[in-house]
């Protein structure tokens, strides 16, 4: 098995404040993504800001695979990072990075690196980081949306 390392971009009219919400909240992410379900796993009763090192459950639509991501880097509005911690996939690490635009919005940049990977799945990795990108900054335009 090789590794494999993706990049996709999509650029958004929200400024990065708002994209960079939106990848915090972990409650947000199955209205814009495939996923059925993420969660932060925070002790009970704990309400606090997201941290380097907090864990959060990723859960499938069909809800058969799950992995768990450990947050390994916070930059307010600038950057996103996490791994895998544990799951049945193969391990991989992945960043957003969150720059502004020329002409206003921000430029989101979404990188993942897969340790161990087929040949067979490299093209649905790539798809679906192009996906989740979109739909990111998708997203983050409808948050704006509201508010305005």
Same mark, same amino acid.
């Given at each position: 098995m090789s590794s494999l390392a993706v990049t996709a971009t999509s650029r958004s009219s929200a400024p990065a404040a708002v994209v960079y919400t939106a990848l915090l909240d972990a409650e947000s992410w199955p209205s814009w993504t495939s996923y059925h379900e993420v969660e932060m796993e925070l002790p009970a009763e704990v309400e606090r800001p997201v941290r380097v090192g907090d864990l959060r459950t990723v859960r499938s639509r069909l809800r058969r695979v799950s992995c768990q991501e450990r947050i390994v880097e916070?930059?307010?509005?600038? @950057?996103? =990072?996490?791994?895998?911690?544990?799951?049945?996939?193969? &391990? /991989?690490?992945g960043s957003v990075i969150l720059t502004r635009?020329? /002409? =206003?919005?921000?430029?989101?940049?979404? &990188?993942?690196?897969? @340790? /161990?990977?087929?040949?067979?799945?490299?093209?649905? @990795?790539?798809? @679906?980081?192009?996906?989740?990108?979109?739909?990111?900054? &998708?997203?983050?335009? &409808?948050m704006v949306n509201r508010h305005s």
């Open positions: 916070l930059v307010p509005d600038q @950057r996103f =990072g996490y791994e895998q911690a544990a799951g049945p996939l193969a &391990s /991989h690490q635009a020329p /002409h =206003g919005g921000t430029e989101i940049t979404w &990188s993942a690196t897969y @340790r /161990h990977t087929l040949p067979l799945l490299d093209t649905l @990795r790539k798809r @679906r980081l192009q996906i989740l990108v979109h739909d990111l900054a &998708s997203y983050a335009n &409808s």
